[in-house]
């Protein structure tokens, strides 16, 4: 894999100015090298709004004194923790439904422990080749001493070599088995659907209430970002503090989804799709039928990676 994007590169068209070089340490000129961690102690919900806050999707979680990466913890593995997945054992056993003990629990009981990461020496095609075959969307980089020094996302790579698929249309991309569901459904549902499928976002599909055609059409996307900001700013968030905990995810999801919705016809080329994502800071965009405005597939940064890579 590695070896094909090289060739691609090196076969590009002259056109464009892709300034990659492949040579050792070349990742951290596209490394975020202020990055935001939290020690194996930090409460679940403070890393939790931690996220939130800075509008971040993963935190390495470093050991105090060293510094060295122990874990890492992300968006998915905390609806995994409140939504029903493996992780929410540990509210049902470990605390007997106790959300307040659970929440207040130290982050170490649900990070991940064998942590993917990449050397300072690497270069940006072997993080590109690592996200892919291990469907990993970004990866700490340590030093010598196992500290961390920067992270890398599948943004910072597709923003990196876009060029290699300028002129491409989202109909080539774009993913068109897609999972959907509708503004009735609960939070919680919604937050399973999520964890079970590994999917950082949902379309949100049904009838338009301002129109009087009953054809379903994509109507808004949430995304497990939208979900967790949810948990932690919405005024029901307090119930977690009592046995009310569970009215928290029985709210429909149509009280998250965005007025705005940002989608683009099967024929838009990717150049305009990557300046979307970067101009609305979003890392997905429903493809629609012009006419009739249906979903037809949607394209994430992941699908425009894979198609840089492979």
């Not at 056109?15 to 935001?36: C, H, P, R, W, Y």
């Not at 540990?90 to 990070?111: D, Q, W």
């Not at 990557?274 to 800071?281: A, N, Q, V």
């Amino acid at each position: 894999m590695k070896n094909k994007i090289i060739e691609r590169i090196e076969n590009a068209d002259e056109d464009f100015e892709i300034q990659i070089t492949n040579e050792k340490g070349d990742i951290m000129s596209v490394a975020l090298k202020d990055v935001i961690t939290a020690t194996p102690s930090t409460p679940i919900i403070n890393v939790a709004n931690l996220m939130t806050k800075n509008n971040i999707r993963r935190v390495p979680i470093t050991e105090p004194g060293s510094g060295k990466i122990l874990g890492i913890i992300t968006t998915m593995d905390i609806l995994d923790f409140f939504g029903g997945g493996k992780r929410y054992n540990i509210i049902t056993e470990k605390y007997n439904g106790n959300f307040l003990s659970a929440i207040n629990a130290p982050i170490r009981e649900i990070m991940t422990k064998d942590v993917k990461t990449m050397s300072y020496k690497d270069t940006i095609i072997d993080a590109a080749s690592v996200m892919i075959e291990d469907k990993i969307g970004g990866l700490p980089i340590i030093d010598d001493d196992e500290q961390i020094i920067g992270m890398i996302t599948e943004g910072d790579i597709v923003s990196k070599l876009k060029e290699l698929i300028f002129g491409r249309e989202a109909r080539d991309l774009m993913t068109d088995n897609i999972i959907t569901t509708t503004p009735g459904t609960r939070i919680e549902g919604v937050t399973k659907i999520m964890v079970r499928n590994s999917l950082r976002r949902i379309p949100i599909v049904g009838e338009d209430p301002n129109s009087n055609s009953k054809e379903e059409k994509i109507l808004g996307v949430v995304t497990a970002s939208d979900v967790l900001k949810y948990l932690g700013d919405h005024e029901l968030f307090a119930k977690l503090f009592s046995n009310e905990g569970n009215d928290v995810v029985d709210v429909t999801i149509d009280n998250l989804m965005e007025d705005f919705l940002i989608t683009a016809p099967m024929y838009e080329k990717t150049e305009n799709l990557i300046d979307l994502m970067k101009k609305f800071s979003i890392k997905g965009i429903p493809i629609v039928d012009e006419d009739t405005n249906k979903l037809i597939g949607i394209v994430t940064v992941r699908d425009l990676l894979k198609a840089i890579v492979e």
